[in-house]
């Protein structure tokens, strides 16, 4: 027995791995930190929405009129659930597992979007990025010239104002059929 | 309560007129959750009769219980004792009888049903925890679940106690748990712990012994309540508990995430594509790969054969090298979605499992069999730590455990899911009851796993893996299990409303294998606690100190851990003289 | 070392049990950190883990990774610890242990919460029967996050808490640019096609093999229509996928039905 012991861990050799002097074999889809690409990023919150554990927060501050997007390292579990419901992939999960910090305050990521203002009541509403976003959508999706100008306007009001409009074309299209 | 469509044929219906028959007109109400799981709700005063009347008569394991406070569905508490009716051994039909009774609001207790099933007493205990409601007849007074340092009065899980996030303020700053009193002649106690030595979880065990003899043993678990359950049921929604399901268990968290999946998947009558059950059985079969892998290597360390320990481990990494291919995490983490996986198999994928499964079965051959030529395992864990076939049968335990006390009992063959029942494949089973049939098991299964894994990658089917678009069914319910590698992992879902799910009961395996372990551990000496406890798998964590407690002379002598698993592996000079 | 006891009944309340630390102990510490010159032991503290982390350090003290050839050895008693690893989302149960291992290290020792749950109780961290992470309970030194961290995030993290490697992460704050824009992907193809595309190759292989196929396919979408299909058969034919080919043919099929 200790003969087929001996030669089984001298076939074998050398076994351990040469990190931290050698980058480690990563598999091509091993989830590592999820990479923020802030520029891409339209502020839409899906990726909070989506979140288990709540590592990314979106936080609104009216005063200042913009949303916070936040990932906290130290909460993530590193399931991908971002880079899978993003609708701009500005976010996907890296190759990076170096992560370990001495300063917690190293373990968040921030990012502060403008939310744009009502065109009707002034009320900040939605992040600017994801209404330029929806209309360069629409423009790909072939809606041009007056059409687009027209969705244009209705997006660049907020919900509560959209409503109203809406009923008061609906009021003018009855009086109109009357 | 959800109807089934009556397309699909009732497996258990026979049993559920032999009950009818005892039992008549206390049976109340009878609803199908799929087609081999029904539930019959009963009179409250009934309910030892007929749960014992399932167990004993019919050939019913009980799988898990599920207390529910459902006052603002039905006005009432109610109470589910889930049973895996499988009759005697030449039966074929095998279904999930879950018996229900509602408790009223104003008197809630209900008749103990642990003094005629044995292994219902830890969840009757959970039940009393967690929502207050008292089992007449329980002798054991004690908390299972919730720290000493919590309000009395203060129960969890009932819908008007609190918010998920509230921490009370703690009652004391010393543990004050009661273990059991041995008496006699020379009868040690010998307390370990919660920092020790085998356990997946932090536990104090107490062991009694008589010189080198373990007279009796206690424990205290439950160091790890976290409150998974209330999560669940309040700040997440029901397609996020996949990844919390992933998190109750660091080696077999992927099993429990299917059992949740697929509890899911069955209330709410979602077809999962095939492909996806395929790749459901490779992962579950990967995590079995390197769960035994790890026990392997623990066998070997307990019986002081460290070398085999480290080989063990080292082709170990093949197999989480393995799952981080096919998942992206080393601890297949992340990968279920309801109604189907998140994560396909294609060329590049399969050829390289394919080519580290042929490595591993030549490895792991070789080292299984060093390690069965080790002059002394068959010595050290031959007739050690027995579990007696009776015993099995009172307390319901699961996995290799059982398998090892001759019960060929396996989720996999009883109640097939994923695609168990379209690949071949054979159980294990031994009749030895003691620590080396248990680590045979594990060391067959090993190989019998890797077969599956290559079976499945070569007749994968085509199509897509993953089902959208269905209908969210308020309050539906249903029961998802898996065979982990530590035996039956249970899920009971049922959905509120708002994407929510109203009531969500897991239970691991170890928990029921826990309650059988004071058997196991009686009679032996004192120097095999260690590979007593890990021959049940429950994994192993930090250790502590051992403080052993000379009942005689009222004196506390403080041994280290580290003494007793020294003791463990040398057997010389015993830390007790 | 006063241990500083504060009650109150909270909703997910912040530190409840503040440890100071005197000048003479910090002084140490910082010596402890520059100075040593042998091996460093670390005892596992699990307060609450789903074993996921203990699991994976050992992982990283076994032949693959082998930790103990830089000297980080695990050790089984807090008394010889250098080092106190932190693992779980610190339970009630666990507080005191917690608190008895952190007393029962000799000074000078360092202290390092290890993943999620460590770090800031993970997915737990506001459940009733926690604090959130070991740093509530303990003053922590460095952070090893990951769910659970990998054997060489385990050994950075080392090399990292003991000053041989240096941090690599740094908070970042963006603020978004004045001509900030998000260009829609595959601008040049109809967005009801993308969108039906990666619908389906995400349904046929997932999100991550999904946007990979449906990237390569929308790709070879864009050449000039007469050479669309042979594009598609030579990439096949070069991946040699049974599975990529299947897939292929579920989205050549969402593309033909739009184009007619």
């Given at each position: 027995m200790p003969f087929k012991l001996l030669r089984e861990v001298l076939k074998v050799g050398e076994a351990t791995v040469p990190y931290p002097f050698v980058a480690v074999d990563l598999t091509p889809g091993f989830r590592g930190r999820p990479q923020h690409d802030p520029a891409q990023c339209i502020a839409c919150g899906a990726c909070a929405v989506a979140c288990p554990p709540n590592a990314l927060t979106m936080t609104t501050n009216l005063d200042e009129g913009i949303i916070t997007w936040q990932i906290f390292y130290g909460r993530c579990i590193y399931c991908g659930r971002c880079e899978e419901v993003c609708p701009t992939r500005a976010i996907s999960l890296s190759h990076d597992f170096e992560l370990a910090v001495m300063n917690k305050a190293d373990l968040y990521e921030q990012a502060d979007y403008r939310l744009a203002a009502c065109t009707r009541c002034g009320v900040l509403f939605a992040p600017a990025k994801e209404l330029t976003y929806v209309l360069a959508l629409l423009e790909q999706s072939g809606v041009t010239g007056d059409e687009l100008a027209e969705r244009g306007a209705l997006l660049a009001m907020c919900p509560t104002c959209r409503r109203k409009n809406d009923i008061v074309k609906l009021v003018a299209l009855n009086q109109e059929a009357v | 309560m959800i109807e089934l469509a009556e397309a699909k044929p009732k497996v258990g219906q026979k049993y559920v007129d032999a009950m009818r028959a005892q039992f008549g007109g206390k049976i109340l109400e009878e609803s199908w959750q799929a087609a081999e799981q029904v539930t019959l709700m009963v009179e409250l005063n009934s309910l030892p009769d007929v749960v014992e009347f399932v167990y004993y008569r019919l050939g019913g394991w009980l799988s898990t219980v599920v207390g529910s406070d459902e006052r603002p569905i039905n006005g009432h508490f109610a109470i589910y004792y889930?049973?895996?009716?499988?009759?005697?051994?030449?039966?074929?039909?095998?279904?999930?009888v879950v018996i229900r009774a509602l408790i009223p609001p104003h008197q809630p207790e209900f008749p103990a049903v642990a003094s005629r099933v044995p292994a219902a007493v830890w969840y009757e205990r959970e039940v009393r925890d967690m929502f207050g409601i008292q089992p007449v007849g329980m002798v054991d007074k004690r908390r299972l679940v919730l720290p000493d340092d919590w309000p009395p009065e203060l129960h969890p899980l009932r819908k008007d106690a609190m918010d998920y996030r509230f921490r009370p303020t703690p009652t004391r700053e010393e543990e004050n748990y009661e273990f059991i009193q041995v008496e006699g002649e020379g009868v040690v106690e010998v307390p370990l712990g919660p920092l020790h030595m085998t356990s997946d979880e932090p536990g104090h065990f107490r062991l009694y012994m008589d010189g080198e003899h373990i007279v009796d043993a206690d424990y205290r678990l439950f160091y790890v309540h976290r409150g998974m359950e209330k999560l669940a049921e309040s700040r997440m929604t029901y397609d996020q508990i996949t990844f919390l399901t992933d998190r109750i268990c660091g080696i077999c968290g992927y099993?429990?995430?299917?059992?949740?999946?697929?509890?899911?998947?069955?209330?709410?009558?979602?077809?999962?594509?095939?492909?996806?059950?395929?790749?459901?059985?490779?992962?579950?079969?990967?995590?079995?790969?390197?769960?035994?892998?790890?026990?392997?290597?623990l066998a070997c360390h307990f019986v002081g054969f460290d070398t085999g320990f480290m080989q063990f481990f080292r082709v170990r990494e093949k197999t989480m090298k393995m799952a981080e291919l096919l998942t992206g995490a080393r601890k297949t983490y992340g990968m279920n979605l309801i109604g189907g996986i998140r994560k396909d198999i294609l060329k590049e994928e399969r050829t390289q499992v394919l080519q580290w499964i042929a490595e591993l079965r030549g490895e792991v051959t070789r080292l299984v069999d060093i390690l069965l030529n080790t002059p002394n395992i068959v010595q050290r864990t031959a007739g050690i730590g027995r579990l007696e076939p009776n015993v099995a049968r009172d307390y319901s335990p699961v996995g290799p455990n059982l398998r090892g006390s001759g019960f060929h009992r396996d989720i996999r063959v009883i109640h097939p899911y994923c695609a168990y029942d379209r690949v071949p494949w054979t159980t294990i089973s031994k009749t030895g009851c003691d620590v080396l049939s248990r680590t045979l098991i594990r060391a067959e299964e090993f190989f019998v796993s890797l077969d599956m894994v290559a079976q499945c990658l070569e007749t994968i089917p085509e199509g897509p893996i993953l089902t959208e678009g269905f209908a969210y069914k308020p309050y539906s319910f249903a029961l998802g299990y898996v065979e982990a590698p530590r035996g039956e992992d249970i899920h009971w879902s049922m959905l509120g409303d708002n994407q929510k799910i109203y009531r969500w009961k897991c239970r691991a395996s170890s928990y029921n294998n826990w309650p059988a372990l004071r058997y196991m551990l009686r009679g032996n000496t004192f120097s095999d606690a260690p590979l007593i406890v890990a021959s049940i798998d429950p994994c192993y964590s930090c250790t502590e100190r051992v403080t052993v407690v000379d009942i005689r002379k009222k004196s506390v002598k403080t041994v280290a851990y580290k003494e007793l698993e020294r003791y463990c592996v040398e057997r010389k000079d015993s830390p007790l003289k | 070392m006063v241990t500083d006891y504060k009650r109150r009944d909270t909703l997910m309340g912040e530190t409840q049990y503040a440890i100071h630390m005197d000048d003479q102990t910090a002084a140490l510490k910082g010596a402890l950190l520059h100075d040593i010159r042998r091996s460093i032991f670390v005892y596992r503290v699990d307060c609450g883990g789903c074993n996921g982390c203990e699991i994976e350090i050992f992982a990283a003290i076994t032949p693959i990774f082998d930790a103990e050839r830089f000297g980080i050895k695990v050790v089984s008693s807090p008394r010889h610890a250098d080092i106190l690893l932190y693992t779980g989302s610190m339970t009630r149960s666990m507080r005191v242990p917690a608190l008895r291992a952190y007393h029962a290290a000799p000074d000078p020792k360092v202290c390092v919460a290890y993943g999620a749950c460590g770090s800031s109780g993970g997915i737990f961290h506001d459940l009733y029967c926690v604090w959130g992470g070991a740093d509530q309970v303990i003053p922590i030194d460095a952070y090893i996050p990951g769910c659970p961290p990998t054997p060489p995030a385990t050994i950075f993290g080392f090399a990292m808490a003991l000053g041989i490697l240096s941090q690599k992460l740094k908070a970042t704050h963006h603020v978004e640019g004045e001509d900030e824009r998000v260009q829609p992907r595959h601008p040049e193809l109809p967005l009801d096609l993308r969108v039906d595309v990666e619908r389906e190759s995400r349904r046929m292989a997932g999100y991550w093999h999904g946007q990979q196929i449906a990237d390569s396919f929308l790709n070879l979408l864009k050449a000039p229509a007469s050479d669309i299909e042979r594009n598609i058969q030579n990439f096949l034919a070069q991946k040699d996928d049974s599975r990529l080919t299947e897939i292929f043919g579920r989205l050549s099929e969402i593309y033909l039905m739009r184009k007619a």
């Open positions: - | 889930v049973l895996s009716v499988e009759g005697d051994e030449t039966e074929t039909e095998k279904a999930y099993a429990h995430s299917v059992a949740y999946s697929t509890s899911i998947e069955r209330a709410l009558g979602i077809e999962v594509p095939a492909r996806a059950q395929y790749i459901r059985t490779i992962l579950l079969e990967v995590e079995r790969l390197h769960s035994h892998l790890l026990n392997l290597g | -």
